[in-house]
Each structure stands twice: as C-alpha cells, then as structure tokens.
C-alpha cells in the first residue's frame, strides 16, 4: 500500500523558513520521480517542484524558484523541501506526490504565511 506522508508545516511570518518532510512507504521510492503540490485557499492544484529518482534533476515553478529547494534522501524513502523567504501567497496545503498532477499524493501539511 502506497504511504505519502507529509509533515513540517506550520504558522510562519513573511520571510521565514520552513522545512517538509515527506515520509514514503508501499513502492519503490528510489526509482521514482518525486513531486511537491500545493492548494492555495479556493485554488486547485498546483505543481510546485520535482526531483528524478536519482536527485540529479530538480525543477521548480517560476514563482518558487531561488526560494526553494527540493531533496530526497532514498536511503529513507524521504522527500524534502526546503522553503525559505516566504510569501503570503506561499500559503497552501502542501503535499508530495509520485506525479506532477497530483492524482498520488499524500494527506498533505498545511503551511500559513502570516504577520
């Protein structure tokens, strides 16, 4: 059974920093391609990063990219993501997923960006 399960979130200020965690079990994790989502309030899904099975390859949305960082530690079937200098508009619920669409994805960990 596939496990997806997302932690790290929390309340932060504009400019802050935060760090999720990912915690996979159920499938081969090391030789998947891994992906972060998110879901602003009343938005759908959006695709926010991906790393190849390796962590050789990285991409990110425009609007993340030089703010965020995304790893993986294989020998622990664990995604990361590092969010640092974070925006209002940054504010979502964030999940990791095995596609970019998000149809596989995990119960997700709500991230607040607040003054």
């Known amino acids: 059974q596939v496990r997806l399960a997302e932690s790290g979130g929390g309340l932060v200020q504009p400019g802050g920093s935060l760090r999720l965690t990912c915690a996979t079990s159920g499938f081969s994790f090391s030789s998947n391609y891994m992906h972060w989502v998110r879901q602003a309030p009343g938005q759908g899904l959006e695709w926010v990063s991906g790393i190849s099975a390796t962590g050789r390859l990285t991409s990110y949305v425009d609007s993340v990219k030089g703010r965020f960082t995304i790893s993986r530690d294989n020998a622990k079937n664990t995604l990361y993501l590092q969010m640092n200098s974070l925006k209002f508009e940054d504010t979502a619920l964030y999940y990791c997923?095995?596609?970019?669409?998000?149809?596989?994805r995990g119960q997700g960990t709500l991230v607040t960006v607040s003054s």
């Open positions: 997923a095995r596609d970019k669409a998000g149809n596989v």
